[in-house]
């Protein structure tokens, strides 16, 4: 009984030293994971960002054609008034504005492109990561199997040899 125990505790160390050696496929995968949702804060992040400039933008839109509407009526005013001088003044300052206001437009514009493009990515990498995870939950499911396994087969075996002995 004692050489036939010692040949299978010599054969599961040896097997239990190779699967040491070997990479975990589990640590790899929850590295993996860990990775993709850091990536995620940052692109959630991102985009909160895009978001926020996406507003700013939108209320400089807003106060420029205010602005802009403000110097028409102004000069307006002067020409009513008979101060060209303050109507040339008043209408490049109108100029000013609504050249501010279509540079800010294509800024928006790009930004809302931009935005776009990370929702899509967020979606993407959203689906990879339940992909990961799925995949992390199948590798523990094979792994406790495989250990049942050799469990059994070691139980199984310690049998035949004390059935043999006897």
Known sequence: MGVFSRLSDIINSNINAMLDK???????ARLIIQEMEDCLVEVRSAAARSMADKKEYERDIVALEASRVDWAAKAELA???GREDLARGALAAKQRADRETETRRQALKAIEEISYKRQ?????LQAKLDEAKTKLRALIVR??????RIQ???????????????
């Open 22 to 28: 070997a990479e975990d496929p589990e640590k790899i």
């Open 79 to 81: 020409v009513e008034k």
């Open 120 to 124: 899509d990515d967020l979606e993407k």
């Open 143 to 148: 792994r406790e199997a495989a250990e049942h």
């Open 152 to 166: 059994m087969r070691s139980r199984i075996e310690v049998n035949k040899v004390d059935e043999a002995m006897r």
